[in-house]
T-cell receptor, first 115, second 115 residues
Framework: EPEVTQTPSHQVTQMGQEVILRCVPI?????FYWYRQILGQKVEFLVS????????KSEIFDDQFSVERPDGSNFTLKIRSTKLEDSAMYFC?????????????FGNGTRLTVT | AQSVTQLGSHVSVSEGALVLLRCNYS??????LFWYVQYPNQGLQLLLK??????LVKGINGFEAEFKKSETSFHLTKPSAHMSDAAEYFC?????????????FGKGTMLLVSP
């Protein structure tokens, strides 16, 4: 069964550094998402992406964050200057259409640790 | 305001006992509702979803959930717990206010199954 893959599984970075989290969504999916889960807290929506542009973003997704689909297969999340509070598990997801009509398929996540 | 509330961060049951995980939503317009499961070191996997069809929804692994509009609830049940059901379970909603385009997750309930 096709799956969403995320790399790396664990990323450690120093405060102030830039990080790029990578995701390969399921190939025929059209909607892409990033969520994050701070340890012990709930899964939070960051951003959704459709037709090569952001369709919706949360308050968390400020100017430090950006997303890109550079080559038609990868979907990346960039954090320009990491802060300690960015430490979390970041999940990428994709769906064939919106979550009403088709389920989100999640990757296994990238654990980001900012020191 | 919380869109979805899960009662109990941890639920413990014995193998073979009934599983009941509670989820309540707050929305004037009935949302679409989902249950996801997260096994250790894995991503989120869809168990079942309600999208305004039958109010009793059957999912994978013997789980089911019933949408009750009068109680604004979507509790997850399984008649007989198995050791392999031990995982974290997340209730999620997709709201009309967002065009049903994103998911908002509850804080999750960790299900512990003892022999």
């Amino acid at each position: 069964e096709p799956e969403v893959t995320q790399t790396p599984s664990h990323q450690v970075t120093q405060m102030g550094q830039e990080v790029i989290l990578r995701c390969v969504p399921i190939s025929n999916h059209l909607y892409f998402y990033w969520y994050r889960q701070i340890l012990g807290q709930k899964v939070e929506f960051l951003v959704s992406f459709y037709n090569n542009e952001i369709s919706e973003k949360s308050e968390i997704f400020d100017d430090q964050f950006s997303v890109e689909r550079p080559d038609g297969s990868n979907f990346t999340l960039k954090i320009r200057s990491t802060k300690l509070e960015d430490s979390a598990m970041y999940f990428c997801a994709s769906s064939g259409s919106g979550p009403r009509d088709s389920p989100l398929h999640f990757g296994n996540g990238t654990r980001l640790t900012v020191t | 305001a919380q869109s979805v509330t899960q009662l109990g961060s941890h639920v413990s049951v014995s193998e073979g006992a009934l599983v009941l995980l509670r989820c309540n939503y707050s929305s004037s317009v009935p949302p679409y509702l989902f249950w996801y499961v997260q096994y250790p070191n894995q991503g989120l996997q869809l168990l079942l979803k309600y999208t305004s069809a039958a109010t009793l929804v059957k999912g994978i692994n013997g789980f089911e959930a019933e949408f009750k509009k009068s109680e604004t609830s979507f509790h997850l049940t399984k008649p007989s717990a198995h050791m392999s059901d031990a995982a974290e379970y997340f209730c999620a909603v997709s709201l009309a206010s967002s065009g049903y385009s994103t998911l908002t997750f509850g804080k999750g309930t960790m299900l512990l199954v003892s022999p």
